[in-house]
């Protein structure tokens, strides 16, 4: 299977198989006018599998929702056909409106107006929590 | 502009500097009597809680200054809907700092990053009670005459007690602290305690079930109340519930100049008989916190 590669956009390599679906519409590239494609279960030498969306035009990308979702994904920047960035990701310190908190108890329950904001608390293990109640992210 | 959310945000130096203020008030409360003339603290107590709002409003009465506020939502523009971050700006108009109390969980916060005038958490939820943890730790300084190399045991719930969790929280600082957890299987300490405090900074913990057999170690014992709706039946609740009540024949194997705190209000889970009992320290640390609580009002106030 052939996927020609682009001229001026954007990569993200290394995305944990089967997970390139929920990046897609976690960056809102369901809304894009331009090509997008996705790769899914490639071969991969590190990974086994992997999968791998290619954007056909430079946009903005949250890092942080990123690097929140998946840090291993590789972000390859393309312009005339080569790679003039490259951003390896890792988990953000602090991520906002990205999750919810589920606490009940929480201020941000009741308050609809406040941000969901967490902070990572734990980065062995991935553990983030919020920044009112300090719940840990689920 | 600093407010006081979290135990956390305060510095080990910044922590004794307030135990030494709140020791000279002791010695010299007339010294500190005008110190507030003039300011106003407003308790905004969104839950009913008349020991601490009492206690805030005779600190900061005993500073020489005003108290105006609320002791309960229903009297407050929360009852027509009106945010926290609303209700702290427009008290910020009125009073010099805010002592808070609101049954959510993060609601100083945003009334912290609301007002123009400090906020003190008097209490959100099971989350934080930063100025309990204050009184806790005078309290263990003046029993004991140092917050560090010591063993406390806490005992009771464990799970639940946000006292517990701060207070564990505030002596991970300190050095050589040895902490044992003696509860029930069904209220032992979270694990994220454990891993993210504990573990983390190193401190020598041992959890067990009995009260008895940790006694002889302690130097500082924390009790709490172990509550009946924590379990899932009722069987459970009533074999376990006499095996954390401290009495006289427990302590018989403690030390001589143990220091028993609990931060209040104790139901059944300290026999009366102990009151009497010079290491009873739980009606001191009532007042300690009156005093701590003025100490931070001044620091928090920029008043010398």
Do not use: W
């Amino acid at each position: 299977m052939l996927v020609n590669p682009i001229k001026d956009g954007i990569v993200l390599d290394h995305i944990k198989a089967g997970n390139a679906m929920e990046i897609y519409h976690a960056l809102g590239l369901d809304e894009l006018d331009c090509q997008v494609a996705i790769i899914k279960n490639c071969d991969s030498a590190k990974m086994g599998k992997k999968d791998i969306l290619k954007i056909n035009e430079h946009i903005d990308i949250n890092l942080d929702v990123l690097g929140y979702l998946d840090p291993g994904i590789t972000v390859n920047f393309i312009k005339d056909s080569k790679i003039y960035d490259r951003k390896h990701l890792e988990l953000p310190m602090e991520i906002k409106d990205v999750i919810k908190c589920k606490n009940p108890r929480c201020i941000t329950s009741t308050e609809q107006e406040l941000s969901h904001i967490f902070k990572l608390s734990n980065r062995e293990k991935g553990v983030y929590r919020c920044i009112y109640c300090e719940a840990s992210a689920k | 502009m600093r407010s006081l959310i979290d135990i956390k945000d305060l510095s080990l130096e910044e922590i004794d500097e307030l135990i030494e203020t709140a020791n000279d008030i002791i010695e010299n409360p007339e010294k500190y009597s005008q110190k507030c003339k003039g300011k106003k603290l407003a308790t905004l107590f969104f839950e009913p809680s008349t020991r601490t709002r009492l206690s805030f409003e005779a600190a900061m009465y005993e500073l020489g200054g005003n108290v105006l506020g609320f002791s309960e939502a229903n009297s407050s523009s929360a009852s027509k809907g009106e945010s926290v971050a609303d209700t702290s700006r427009v008290v910020s108009c009125y009073a010099d700092i805010i002592a808070m109390r609101h049954p959510k969980e993060g609601a100083p916060l945003v009334a912290s990053q609301n007002a123009s005038i400090p906020v003190i958490n008097a209490g959100d939820g099971g989350h934080n009670h930063p100025t309990q943890t204050l009184a806790d730790l005078l309290t263990i300084k003046r029993e004991k005459g140092r917050l560090d190399n010591f063993c406390i045991g806490f005992c009771g719930d464990l799970k639940f007690g946000r006292t517990v969790h701060s207070l564990i929280s505030a002596l991970s600082g300190y050095k050589n602290i040895k902490i044992i957890l003696i509860s029930p299987n069904e209220l032992v300490i979270p694990d994220y305690i454990k891993e993210e405090i504990l573990i983390k900074n190193n401190i020598e913990f041992v959890e067990t079930r009995s009260l008895e057999e940790a006694m002889p170690e302690l130097d500082v014992l924390y009790m709490t109340r172990v509550q009946g709706e924590r379990f899932f039946n009722e069987a459970d609740y009533i074999r376990l519930r006499d095996s954390y009540i401290l009495d006289l024949h427990k302590l018989e194997n403690a030390k001589k100049d143990l220091a028993i705190l609990h931060p209040l209000p104790r139901v059944n889970e300290i026999s009366v008989a102990v009151d009497d009992d010079k290491r009873a320290c739980y009606f001191k640390q009532v007042l300690n916190g009156k005093f701590i609580r003025m100490a931070l009002i001044m620091k928090l106030l920029e008043v010398k």
